[in-house]
C-alpha cells in the first residue's frame, strides 16, 4: 500500500503556523513512507475564502521547502462538489441517512436543553427530500467507534453519544465532515495527519468512512499550539501568520527547524540541527501528546543562529529584499539609487553578528545609504550633554587632521580627545555616534566611519556641531 497523506487547509485568511508545522509533519511521514503528499484547498465556504489567501498558503508552503511541482495538487474541494452530493444521496438511499426539518428551536423545546444534541426525531418519520430538509446520518445505537490513532492510541467514543449529525443542509449542500471525507476517499487517503481540535470530527468522520463503505484511514490528531498564556494561537490575539514572520526577516530553515520542535526533539541534546537529521529522526509517534508552546523570543535565537551560520555572501543575498523593498516588504527609507552594494558588503560581516531577524538589518545601516542620518531624539536628549559641542569641535579637527581614514586610525584618534576631557572611549564616541548614525546602538563605530567616508563624516559631525549652537 503506498501511502498518500494530505494537507488541507481553508484558504480563509494568512497561513497559520500550526497549519505550516502540520504540513511539514505530512511531508516528513509521506517522504519517509516513500509515500505521496496530496495538497487539497477546502474552498467550499465560499463567503470566507479568497482566491488570493490560496496563492498565500502555495507560497508561504513554498518558503517552507514544500515546493510546488513537488506533491500532488492542489486540488480543489470546490471541484469535487458533485462527488460530495453523490455520496450523500447513497447514504440516503441505502438508509444511512434520514431527512429532517426541525430547527434548532423545535429540537430545544422537545429535549428541554440548548445543549444536548439532536434527539433523532425524524429518524423514522420518513420525510422526503424538499427545501428546508436536512440530510442527518444515521449513528448506530450500539457500540463504539475505535479510531486508530499513531499519537494517541485507540481513542473510543461511544456511538450512542454521536448524535445523528447533519451531511447535507437544508439547501442539499454537503457539510465539511462529509466534503472532507469524500475527498480524502476519492483521492485515496491512508494517513489523515491533522490537529487536534479536529479529534471530535472523527469518530463521525470514521463512521462515515465505513457507511461508504471505504476501509477508514489511519489517523493521527496533533496537539494543538498554544501561546505564553496556554491559550490556543489566534489570528486575532496572537502573530500566527507564517507570511509575517517571513517579511520579518525569519530564515526559511530556521523556521521550519522551529516549528518540528513543537512537541518533538531530536536525538541528543539537539535544537538546532540540519533538515535532513530531521527528516531522518522524527517519529510522529513521539510526538508529545500535550499542547506545544509557540515561543517567538526562543524562535528569534534560533533564528539570530541561522543568520550567523549563513556564508557572508548568502547573509548579504538575503538582506537584500529589506534593502531594496522587494515582494511584500515594506520599503527602505533610502531611494534604490542611494544604495551601496560595496559599502553594504564592507558592514555586512558586522551586522551578521548583531541582527536575529534579517528586517533588522534597515535601522543598522540606513546611515550609510541616506543624505543625512534619520535622527532619534530620545537618543540625542539622552547623549548630548554639556561639552558635547566641544567634544565634537576637536573630534572634527583630529578628524580632519588624519592621515589614514580606517578604522584603527580613527580609534586611537577619538580616544586621544577623549583622554583630553578626562573621558573613556565610550563617553566620547556616544555624541560622535549619534550625529553620525542618529542612534545609541548600531555596528561597531569605526568601522561604520571608515565606510561612510571622511567627507560624510566630518559634514555629519559639523551638521550635529550646529544644533547645538
Ligand atoms: N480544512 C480543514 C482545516 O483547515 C482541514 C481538516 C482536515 O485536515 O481534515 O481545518
Redesign the pocket.
Known amino acids: 500500500m503506498t501511502v498518500r497523506v494530505r ?4 484558504p480563509t485568511g494568512m497561513f497559520h503556523v500550526g ?1 505550516a508545522r ?1 504540513a511539514l509533519q505530512n511531508w516528513i511521514y509521506a517522504k519517509q513512507q516513500g509515500g505521496v503528499f496530496v495538497l487539497r484547498i ?1 474552498d467550499t465556504d465560499a463567503a470566507r475564502n479568497k482566491p488570493e489567501w490560496t496563492e498565500g498558503i502555495l507560497s508561504a508552503l513554498d518558503w517552507i521547502g514544500i515546493s510546488r511541482g513537488s506533491y500532488e495538487g492542489p486540488y480543489f474541494q470546490s471541484a469535487n462538489a458533485g462527488e460530495h452530493r453523490a455520496a450523500a444521496a447513497r447514504l440516503y438511499d441505502s438508509g444511512r441517512a434520514y431527512y429532517c426539518d426541525c430547527t434548532r428551536e423545535d429540537v430545544q423545546a422537545r429535549t428541554g436543553s440548548q445543549y444536548q444534541g439532536y434527539d433523532g426525531y425524524h429518524r423514522d418519520r420518513g420525510l422526503g427530500p424538499g427545501p428546508g430538509h436536512a440530510l442527518r446520518f444515521r449513528t448506530p445505537d450500539e457500540g463504539a467507534t475505535v479510531v486508530v490513532d499513531l499519537i494517541r492510541g485507540e481513542p473510543t467514543f461511544e456511538n450512542k453519544l454521536i448524535e445523528d449529525f447533519v451531511i447535507a443542509r437544508g439547501d442539499g449542500s454537503p457539510v ?1 465532515l462529509l466534503a ?1 471525507v469524500v475527498d480524502d476517499m476519492t483521492m485515496g487517503i491512508t494517513h ?1 495527519i ?2 487536534e ?2 479529534l471530535p470530527n472523527t469518530p463521525k468522520q470514521q463512521l462515515l468512512w465505513e457507511a461508504l463503505g471505504v476501509k477508514p484511514p489511519i489517523w493521527a490528531h496533533v496537539p494543538v499550539v498554544v501561546n505564553e498564556k496556554r491559550q490556543k494561537l489566534s489570528k486575532r490575539r496572537d502573530k500566527v501568520a507564517l507570511e509575517a514572520y517571513r517579511d520579518e526577516g525569519y530564515l526559511a530553515g530556521a523556521m521550519r527547524n522551529y516549528l518540528m520542535l513543537l512537541g518533538w526533539a531530536p536525538s541528543g541534546d539537539r535544537e538546532i540541527v540540519p533538515w535532513s537529521v530531521i527528516e531522518d529522526e522524527f517519529r510522529l509517534d513521539e510526538v508529545n501528546l500535550s499542547s506545544a508552546f509557540f515561543d517567538e523570543k526562543k524562535l528569534r535565537a534560533f533564528n539570530g543562529e541561522y543568520i550567523r551560520a549563513l556564508p557572508v555572501a548568502e547573509f548579504i543575498d538575503a538582506c537584500q529584499p529589506w534593502l531594496t523593498g522587494t515582494g511584500t516588504i515594506a520599503p527602505p527609507p533610502w531611494q534604490p539609487e542611494e544604495f551601496d552594494a560595496d559599502a553594504f558588503a564592507a558592514v555586512a560581516p558586522l551586522a551578521q553578528t548583531r541582527i536575529a531577524v534579517l528586517s533588522e538589518i534597515v535601522p543598522n545601516v540606513d546611515f550609510l545609504f541616506l543624505a543625512s542620518p534619520l535622527i532619534d531624539e530620545a537618543a540625542w536628549t539622552k547623549t548630548m550633554k554639556d561639552g558635547s559641542a566641544e567634544l565634537l569641535d576637536d573630534a572634527v579637527a583630529a578628524f580632519e587632521a588624519l592621515e589614514s581614514w580606517d578604522a584603527e586610525s580613527l580609534k586611537s584618534t577619538l580616544e586621544a580627545v577623549g583622554a583630553e576631557r578626562g573621558l573613556k572611549l565610550g563617553k566620547t564616541q556616544a555624541p560622535v555616534r549619534v550625529a553620525v548614525t542618529g542612534r545609541t546602538v548600531g555596528l561597531p563605530l569605526f568601522e561604520s566611519l571608515e565606510v561612510l567616508g571622511r567627507e560624510r563624516t566630518l559634514t555629519r559631525i559639523r551638521a550635529a556641531r550646529l544644533r547645538l549652537v
Not at 494537507?7 to 481553508?10: E, H, I, N, R
Open positions: 494537507f488541507a487547509p481553508s497549519g502540520s477546502e465539511f472532507n489523515v491533522r490537529a481540535e479536529h
